[in-house]
Nanobody, 124 residues
Framework: QVQLVESGGGLVQSGGSLRLSCAASGFTLDYYAIGWFRQAPGKEREGVSCISSSDGSTYYADSVKGRFTTSRDNAKNTVYLQMNSLKPEDTAVYYC?????????????????WGQGTQVTISS
């Protein structure tokens, strides 16, 4: 069964940290570019970061640059999103998604397969 599952969300105070995981089953994640997206209530889906399928290069939205880090662990078939210095405006449901091999992007329309999302809530 092909499955993409996010985990690691929760409730933390402003300034805290969380690490989200995106685990795949039924297929190999390292073949794909992986993107992280988020959507807050009443807002459009926003690209947060992406990691390429080849050299592991990453790209971040300006809103999270310097605070969030995306990485891969191919042995665990998992991609991570380390989130530090969290702010209330980071509150959203976070999703990971796969895109065809390449650099990836922050444009959600380029992604094919999505996980179910994990809730991140930052209290002030």
């Amino acid at each position: 069964q092909v499955q993409l599952v996010e985990s690691g969300g929760g409730l933390v105070q402003s300034g805290g940290s969380l690490r989200l995981s995106c685990a795949a089953s039924g297929f190999t994640l390292d073949y794909y570019a992986i993107g992280w997206f988020r959507q807050a209530p009443g807002k459009e889906r926003e690209g947060v970061s992406c990691i390429s399928s080849s050299d592991g290069s990453t790209y971040y939205a300006d809103s999270v640059k310097g605070r969030f880090t995306t990485s891969r662990d191919n042995a665990k078939n998992t991609v991570y999103l380390q989130m530090n210095s969290l702010k209330p405006e980071d509150t959203a449901v976070y999703y990971c998604a796969t895109a065809p091999p390449g650099r990836g992007s922050l444009r959600w329309a380029e992604y094919d397969y999505w996980g179910q999302g994990t809730q991140v809530t930052i209290s002030s």
